[in-house]
């Protein structure tokens, strides 16, 4: 028997701006294109409607909305997408007016966190994110909520109906919000004892998709997700990378930052976000192709300065430079070029990278008398060795030395020439 093999349709999506001069609003646009493409939709027209700010009832005005409406039945359009948050009554009345599903950037940014979520921590913070959201829509939305139906913008915690009981919707926000102080606390406790034990961590921190997640796998072999896709990790991934010194630190992979990251995504993923707060050193990977780069640039670090990243050391990484013509492309400490498609800028990456951590170990090669077998335990219990061999004079080892043990340590160091 032959399979019989159908094609999904994917839904047809209307993407609907307002410019009201605050951002730049066709840039935004294209950004939730791209969202929407993320989360599984056809884009079908693509339109911005220019006020001064926004109308209370229908956010884009009746008139607008009218050709909206014309426009959903002639392109048999499944949704409409704002690329702004909307009002629980504006929601309503635009649902009336249209009679088509209605959802903002909020909630297509929230179905998409929902599908790619992958641990119970990332799981718990969508929902919980959610749940905030739809608590202050609830008034208002009537049978807009009930239009919803399945699919894109109602992944996660379930439909909610206008008559769902507020109460129950906080209960389930205050126990999800425990069940995260936990998760924060085992978190704080992990990282106190990196600390203790002088483990140094890099986190990667960037606008989604500048190859975050490549550059990840390319220096740990991580095996992370690489999607040409917004959002396409979004747990917190944490892998040893061994420096060309010898020395070991954690690098953690984070979710991608985006323009305009909804209020509630932030607070809700603030203690996965506040990882980078916790590191050595950040590795802010930017797409040296994208022509708004600085603007992206600037956006990162505004939310990196409001998680209290603002004094950790930085290396800017501008990734995909293949794509760019031959410029010069000059790396030095703060700012390395690179492909980590092809792998190109690795071993000044490394370089950076080592220049910005603290020197809380040394490579060093010693003889140890067998007298001192103690100190030589030591070494094992908190430094690394790379070889071991037994001579008539002592233990011959090269081995990464901690600090502590470094000014003792060059009684038994061992001549280059030897």
Same mark, same amino acid.
């Given at each position: 028997m032959h399979e019989i093999q159908t094609e999904i349709q994917k839904p047809k999506a209307i993407l609907i701006g307002l410019d009201t001069g605050e951002?730049?609003?066709?840039?935004?646009?294209?950004?939730?294109?791209? +969202?929407?493409?993320?989360?599984?939709?056809?884009?079908?027209?693509?339109?911005?409607?220019?006020?001064?700010?926004?109308?209370?009832?229908?956010? /884009?005005?009746?008139? =607008?909305?009218?050709?909206?409406?014309?426009?959903?039945?002639n392109l048999e359009a499944d949704m409409l997408i704002f690329d702004t948050e909307l009002t629980g009554m504006q929601m309503r009345n635009i649902s009336d007016i249209t009679d088509c599903k209605v959802i903002d950037r909020t909630m297509l940014i929230l179905d998409i966190f929902a599908g790619r979520a992958r641990t119970s921590e990332g799981k718990i913070q969508v929902s919980l994110a959610q749940y905030q959201y739809r608590l202050t829509r609830l008034t208002g939305m009537g049978k807009a909520l009930s239009r919803l139906g399945g699919g894109i913008g109602t992944r996660g915690?379930?439909?909610?109906?206008?008559?769902?009981?507020?109460?129950?919707i906080r209960?389930? /926000?205050?126990?999800?919000?425990?069940?995260?102080?936990?998760?924060? =606390? *085992?978190?704080?406790?992990?990282?106190? =004892?990196?600390? =203790?034990?002088? /483990?140094?961590?890099? !986190?990667?921190?960037?606008?989604?998709?500048?190859?975050?997640?490549t550059l990840f796998n390319m220096l740990t072999n991580a095996g992370v997700l690489e999607e040409d896709k917004l959002f396409a990790t979004l747990d917190v991934t944490a892998r040893g990378l061994e420096l060309p010194d010898g020395r070991t630190v954690i690098l953690s992979d984070t979710v991608g930052f985006i323009r305009r990251l909804p209020h509630h995504l932030v607070e809700a993923f603030r203690s996965t976000l506040e990882e980078s707060?916790?590191?050595? +050193? /950040?590795? *802010?990977?930017?797409? !040296?192709?994208?022509?708004?780069?600085?603007?992206?640039? +600037? %956006?990162?670090?505004?939310?990196?300065?409001? +998680?209290?990243?603002?004094?950790?050391?930085?290396? *800017?990484?501008?990734?995909?430079?293949?794509?760019?013509?031959?410029?010069?492309k000059k790396s030095d400490f703060d700012t390395v070029w690179m492909s980590a498609k092809h792998g190109d800028g690795v071993p000044e990456l490394l370089t950076a990278i %080592?220049?910005?951590?603290p020197q809380t170990a040394k490579r060093m090669r010693l003889c140890i008398p067998y007298t001192d077998g103690g100190f030589l335990q030591r070494i094992r219990e908190d430094g690394k060795l790379f070889s071991e061999e037994y001579t008539p004079e002592g233990t011959l080892i090269d081995a990464m030395i901690d600090v502590r043990y470094q000014k003792s340590a060059e009684n038994y160091l061992v001549p280059e020439t030897a």
């Amino acid at each position: 028997m032959h399979e019989i093999q159908t094609e999904i349709q994917k839904p047809k999506a209307i993407l609907i701006g307002l410019d009201t001069g605050e951002y730049n609003a066709e840039i935004s646009m294209k950004e939730l294109e791209a +969202l929407a493409d993320t989360a599984g939709c056809e884009t079908v027209l693509t339109c911005i409607q220019a006020r001064p700010a926004p109308e209370a009832a229908t956010c /884009i005005g009746a008139g =607008k909305l009218e050709e909206i409406a014309e426009a959903v039945q002639n392109l048999e359009a499944d949704m409409l997408i704002f690329d702004t948050e909307l009002t629980g009554m504006q929601m309503r009345n635009i649902s009336d007016i249209t009679d088509c599903k209605v959802i903002d950037r909020t909630m297509l940014i929230l179905d998409i966190f929902a599908g790619r979520a992958r641990t119970s921590e990332g799981k718990i913070q969508v929902s919980l994110a959610q749940y905030q959201y739809r608590l202050t829509r609830l008034t208002g939305m009537g049978k807009a909520l009930s239009r919803l139906g399945g699919g894109i913008g109602t992944r996660g915690p379930g439909e909610t109906k206008l008559e769902t009981d507020k109460r129950h919707i906080r209960n389930r /926000i205050a126990s999800l919000e425990k069940e995260l102080r936990n998760m924060e =606390k *085992h978190r704080k406790f992990i990282t106190q =004892k990196r600390k =203790k034990d002088g /483990i140094l961590t890099v !986190a990667v921190v960037g606008y989604t998709n500048a190859g975050k997640s490549t550059l990840f796998n390319m220096l740990t072999n991580a095996g992370v997700l690489e999607e040409d896709k917004l959002f396409a990790t979004l747990d917190v991934t944490a892998r040893g990378l061994e420096l060309p010194d010898g020395r070991t630190v954690i690098l953690s992979d984070t979710v991608g930052f985006i323009r305009r990251l909804p209020h509630h995504l932030v607070e809700a993923f603030r203690s996965t976000l506040e990882e980078s707060a916790q590191a050595d +050193l /950040i590795l *802010h990977v930017l797409d !040296a192709a994208e022509p708004d780069i600085q603007e992206r640039m +600037l %956006m990162t670090q505004e939310l990196l300065t409001e +998680l209290g990243c603002a004094e950790i050391p930085q290396i *800017h990484v501008l990734n995909k430079a293949d794509l760019l013509s031959d410029m010069a492309k000059k790396s030095d400490f703060d700012t390395v070029w690179m492909s980590a498609k092809h792998g190109d800028g690795v071993p000044e990456l490394l370089t950076a990278i %080592m220049h910005h951590l603290p020197q809380t170990a040394k490579r060093m090669r010693l003889c140890i008398p067998y007298t001192d077998g103690g100190f030589l335990q030591r070494i094992r219990e908190d430094g690394k060795l790379f070889s071991e061999e037994y001579t008539p004079e002592g233990t011959l080892i090269d081995a990464m030395i901690d600090v502590r043990y470094q000014k003792s340590a060059e009684n038994y160091l061992v001549p280059e020439t030897a």
